[in-house]
């Protein structure tokens, strides 16, 4: 059975930072592309990051070098490093993993990121 199972988010000033994670299971890790989403109130879902199996990453415009993404394939799991965030940060962060190989595609329940002073 496969599991993603996010952790770290957290109330966080303006201008604060903060570092989520992502631990899989059930997967073979390494076939995988790993994202980041975010689910703000009344907004449709949206990309944050991406890291490929390659360890390649891609960013939004709006976190571009504010946010790193990183994974770590002998534990399994994905950080998002959040620097300088923004009250626009607010939202529930999901991690997504995207089978390169084939239409397997799966979803974490999300953590809770609230920007606010």
């Known amino acids: 059975q496969v599991h993603l199972v996010e952790s770290g988010g957290d109330l966080v000033q303006p201008g604060g930072s903060l570092t989520l994670s992502c631990a899989a299971s059930?997967?073979?890790?390494?076939?995988?592309?790993m994202g980041w989403y975010r689910q703000a109130p009344r907004a449709q879902r949206e990309l944050v990051a991406i890291?490929?199996?390659?360890?390649?990453?891609y960013y939004s415009a709006s976190v571009k070098g504010r946010f790193t993404m990183s994974r770590d394939n002998t534990k399994k799991t994905v950080y998002l490093q959040m620097n300088s965030v923004e009250p626009e940060d607010t939202g529930v962060y999901l991690c997504?993993?995207?089978?390169?190989?084939?239409?397997?595609?799966?979803w974490g329940q999300g953590t809770q990121v609230t920007v606010s002073s």
């Open positions: 997504n993993a995207k089978n390169v190989r084939s239409p397997q595609n799966y």
């Open positions: 059930g997967i073979i890790f390494n076939f995988y592309n």
């Open positions: 890291v490929e199996t390659d360890g390649n990453t």
